[in-house]
């Protein structure tokens, strides 16, 4: 199925790249892909080993500038906006490379990252917005289910409470958007299931994008699927659609991941 097909354009649209190719070099790493990402929705992209999925989530956060097309977020084009733009208009991203502080709190760690977001938008002269911000960080800890770890140092949770401690930070900037890289690497199959009940409830409140090898995972709780092979779509729809989709089952047809 490909973008034209799909019923992507019924959907409320949050961020869209239009024909949005990436060079290294002389490598093209990205081949004219046009996508639609629902809003209040779970996209996943998935896709073999080298097929542009890293490549693709760092066009939509940011992290790279396309060398053609667009990126179109809540109507607005943001092709070449710097990547703290991107956090300012409110895209987060949650990585697989820790960013926390490893001696804070969990609480601590959150709290900063609220500071952080207020003290940019100036609402530190509020003392009322300051005030709220322990209270709001416990919020954000129940959130994604690490309120009896508020007082732990980060570096003494687990490796599965740490990447939930992450999310809450990248929620603390109260994103419209939360791109995920991997979200459930190196999790035992509990921190697995845990993780993947987490998604699921935060997409009830905003749109959520993850990159994923584990098609198995994707499959159970996405709401759209988006699959890249060899730097091009190669398919696009719900679950369903892409489990019966004939380029997709020979693409990863004896690769054992399906
Ligand atoms: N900075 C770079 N410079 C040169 N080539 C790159 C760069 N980043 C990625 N590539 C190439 O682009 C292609 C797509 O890479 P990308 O990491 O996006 O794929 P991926 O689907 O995320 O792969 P994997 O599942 O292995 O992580 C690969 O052939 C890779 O070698």
Do not use: C
Not at 140 to 169: M, N, P, Y
Not at 203 to 217: D, I, N, Y
Not at 238 to 254: A, F, H, N
């Amino acid at each position: 199925m490909t973008a034209e097909h799909s019923d992507a354009s019924t959907h409320d649209t949050l961020i869209e790249t239009r024909n949005v190719s990436k060079r290294f070099g002389g490598f093209l790493a990205l081949k004219d892909i046009s996508v639609r990402i629902p809003r209040g929705k779970l996209t996943s992209i998935i896709g073999p080993n080298g097929a542009g999925k890293s490549t693709y989530f760092n066009m939509l956060s940011g992290a790279h500038t396309p060398s053609g097309g667009q990126v179109i977020f809540d109507g607005q084009d943001i092709t070449g906006l710097k990547p703290h733009d991107f956090a300012h208009i409110g895209i987060a991203k949650s990585f697989q490379i820790t960013n926390l502080f490893p001696r804070f709190t969990a609480l601590e760690n959150v709290r900063i990252a609220l500071q952080a977001h207020v003290s940019r938008y100036g609402l530190w002269r509020k003392r009322s917005a300051l005030a709220g911000l322990e209270e709001r960080a416990m919020d954000l800890l129940r959130t994604v289910g690490l309120q009896d770890r508020a007082r732990h140092r980060a570096h003494e949770l687990a490796h599965g409470q740490q990447r939930s401690l992450e999310i809450a930070v990248a929620l603390a900037a109260d994103p419209k958007l939360l791109l995920m890289d991997e979200p459930t690497a190196g999790m035992s199959p509990e921190e697995t299931r845990t993780m993947m009940h987490l998604i699921r409830e935060l997409v009830e409140a905003r749109t959520v994008v993850l990159v994923e090898h584990k098609m198995k995972m994707v499959m159970g709780i996405s709401d759209r699927i988006v699959v890249l092979h060899h730097g091009e779509l190669l398919a696009e729809g719900t679950p369903d659609d892409i489990r019966s989709d004939e380029q997709v089952k020979r693409v990863y047809l004896g690769q054992g991941n399906h």
